[in-house]
């Protein structure tokens, strides 16, 4: 039996991690799960899995949910504090951490204190506070299962080898809907073309991220931390077909691959049921099928994020936390039609230019930082 928490199980990553429980023989017991304002979602899990402990983010979604559960034998955890209060329990073999967006990072930092293994789908967790998260593992034994196709990929392709002998990590990327449109029409793109991701079914803002490929320049300094590769040795190449979820190269010129259909169940299954691997119902993959994969590099001017990703890892300190956060935001905004696709690069480059530098941020500090350019982001006047 292995006792879990789930956070963000109401998002798409942790539905589809409850579809991965109920589908293997392995017995699981859901300690705790958390949501932000699906009401009816939450409940529907609640009654079916029975945790002992429910955060939920939004206070008056927390309010009606207690109501609904008056009789039930469950703690409800309103607010942030309820959240942090649930990622620090230590009576879980694993925390499951999909949440989106930078709040995600501080719960990821409280399971590693509270010597919790931590299945990781939050990027912002380790591009906002790496070094942080890093020093607390050292500390606690805790370790970190990628959860991202890319990074499970890495992590499976890495499974026996070392790590001084790796030449180089290839990321692999989609493109998104973007790849061959014009880049003089990118200014005219609507939510709607953005939303329109050609292989992955994903929450908005991550489809956002797709179509801009800074999910890939977040991945980028995600690997940096995952497995202690510096930058210059971590390449991405677009991949339209989404089959090889990325590669490594050791010194000898060898190069491993992992591949499989475009499914997100398989790298949280891998997560779960780490170092076993359980027999799945998930579509394998038929090459035959598919017929011919196809690669190319990306075009960093139709693709900025990518290299302001590059850039702020080079520079260390608090540039990636202004990254992580100035994107978010902007996304949100372009999601809100109150800027243009294109804004989403110029607001970050301007953030990033703007803050003050903090070479070794603490966890405050990050705080702070994320206030900041919450602050500095709102007040960006897009071309819209």
Not at 75 to 92: H, K, Q
Not at 302 to 316: D, H, N, V
Request: hydrophobic share 40%; charged share 25%.
């Amino acid at each position: 039996m292995k006792n879990i928490t789930i956070l963000g199980s109401t998002g798409s990553i942790g539905v589809n991690t409850l579809n991965v429980i109920d589908n293997l023989d392995q017995d699981y017991n859901i300690v705790g799960l958390s949501a932000n304002t699906s009401a009816n979602t939450i409940l529907s899990q609640i009654k079916k899995y029975k945790p002992e402990v429910v955060a939920i983010a939004d206070l008056n979604t927390a309010g009606f949910v207690k109501e609904q559960l008056k009789g039930y034998d469950i703690t409800i955890l309103p607010g942030r504090s309820g959240l942090l209060e649930l990622s620090s329990r230590n009576d879980v073999d694993l925390l499951f951490n999909a949440l989106v967006g930078s709040s995600g990072m501080e719960p990821t930092l409280c399971a590693i204190k509270s010597s919790v293994d931590v299945a990781l789908s939050n990027k912002e967790s380790l591009v906002m506070a790496g070094d942080i998260i890093e020093s607390e593992k050292i500390k606690s034994g805790a370790k970190i299962f990628p959860v991202d196709s890319e990074h499970s990929a890495i992590w499976q392709c890495l499974a026996g080898e070392k790590i001084d002998q790796v030449e180089k990590i290839i990321l692999t990327g989609s493109g998104g809907p973007f790849r061959n449109r014009d880049i003089d029409t990118l200014i005219d793109v609507k939510v709607s073309d953005a939303l329109n991701h050609p292989n992955w079914e994903m929450g908005k803002k991550i489809t956002i991220d797709s179509a801009s490929m800074m999910n890939k320049g977040l991945e980028v300094i995600e690997t940096k931390w995952l497995f202690g590769i510096d930058w210059d040795k971590i390449e991405i190449v677009i991949h339209p077909e989404s089959i090889i979820h990325s590669m490594v190269e050791f010194k000898d010129k060898s190069v491993k691959a992992q591949m499989g259909v475009p499914d997100m169940k398989v790298p949280i299954q891998y997560a779960l049921t780490y170092p076993d691997r359980k027999v799945a119902e998930w579509e394998s993959l038929d090459l035959s099928k598919i017929g011919s994969l196809n690669f190319e590099p990306p075009s960093f001017k139709r693709f900025p994020c990518i290299s302001l990703a590059y850039e702020t890892l080079k520079k260390g300190g608090s540039y990636p936390a202004v990254l992580n956060v100035a994107n978010e935001q902007a996304v949100y905004r372009f999601l809100n039609n109150e800027i243009s696709f294109i804004d989403i690069p110029i607001i970050i480059e301007k953030a990033c230019e703007k803050h003050e530098y903090i070479k070794q941020p603490s966890l405050e500090e990050l705080i702070y930082i994320e206030t900041w350019t919450i602050n500095f982001v709102k007040s960006f006047e897009g071309k819209k």
